[in-house]
């Protein structure tokens, strides 16, 4: 919080909006102020330009939040001038959000050389390839990756090439399992563990959460793992990351 007024007072562009974001991400995880942190986040989310800069952590913490209304809002602001790049970010968090993979295609191709300027060509080509791929269009991803080869670095191949080959009907937690073996990352875990709930498998849900919470430190991590262990009803095993981790009894678990 300190470095906030100072970086303003030293004229830096970026840096006031980038730990601004930070002490409301750390407000969210702390126990003692999160309740509180999430009341003022529920209040900025009424106020659309506030709304924008604040959506991926409303999408995240506040499982009452309806982005409706600021969708329609940010199309308003495309159909009259056009999005900055935060109203692009704010737009895409809420189409990534939809699981609608076909629209967020659709979106990436029509803001592809704003998006590109904004988040880098591999970022925006390896989000468009995935999104293909889970609506179906295999064929159109292929073309993509293919076509933009040299953008991305071996491990990223590696991830897009398996979801290509799930859109073709290889089984997801088998080739994310796959691709974790061959990465060792959080990343490629969280894809595993992303599968593994889709498929409801509860104890392989719970056993990889847990070992991505020893990666990542992220209390979501954690509550995701407990709630897998007590839907697989594996007692022993919740009990024990109750006893290791108290902070769970202060989050829904059932």
């Known amino acids: 919080r300190q470095a906030l007024p100072l970086s303003t007072a030293l004229g830096l562009r970026h840096a006031p909006r980038i730990i601004q974001s930070y002490i409301v991400w750390c407000d969210l995880l702390h126990p003692a102020r999160k309740d509180a942190a999430l009341a003022q986040l529920r209040r900025d989310m009424q106020d659309h330009p506030r709304a924008v800069s604040l959506v991926q952590y409303a999408l995240a913490y506040d499982r009452t939040f309806d982005p409706t209304q600021l ?17 692009l970010r704010a737009a895409l968090s809420i189409r ?4 609608y993979a076909a629209g967020l295609a659709s979106f990436i191709a029509s803001k592809r050389q704003q998006a590109e300027a904004s988040f880098g060509k591999s970022s925006v080509l390896s989000l468009e390839v995935q999104a293909l791929a889970k609506s179906g269009d295999a064929t159109s991803a292929k073309i993509v990756l293919e076509n933009n080869i040299a953008v991305f670095e071996a491990a990223q191949l590696a ?10 009907g290889a089984d997801p937690v088998a080739e ?6 061959i990465e060792k990352t959080p990343e490629a875990l969280r894809a595993l563990v992303n ?3 889709q498929k409801k498998d509860h104890l392989g849900t719970a056993k990889s959460a847990e070992l991505l919470f020893g990666e990542t430190k992220d209390p979501q991590d954690l509550t995701l793992a407990a709630r897998a262990m007590s839907h697989a009803g ?14 769970l009894l202060e989050y829904e678990l059932s």
């Open 71 to 87: 969708d329609a809002y940010l199309q308003r602001r495309d159909a009259f001038g056009g999005l900055s790049d935060d109203e």
């Open 96 to 99: 990534l959000h939809k699981n």
């Open 159 to 168: 991830g897009l090439r398996s979801e290509i080959a799930k859109a073709e």
């Open 176 to 181: 994310h399992l796959r691709l974790y073996e």
């Open 195 to 197: 599968a593994l709930v």
């Open 234 to 247: 594996d007692d022993d095993n919740f009990v024990r990351l109750i006893e290791a981790h108290p902070v």
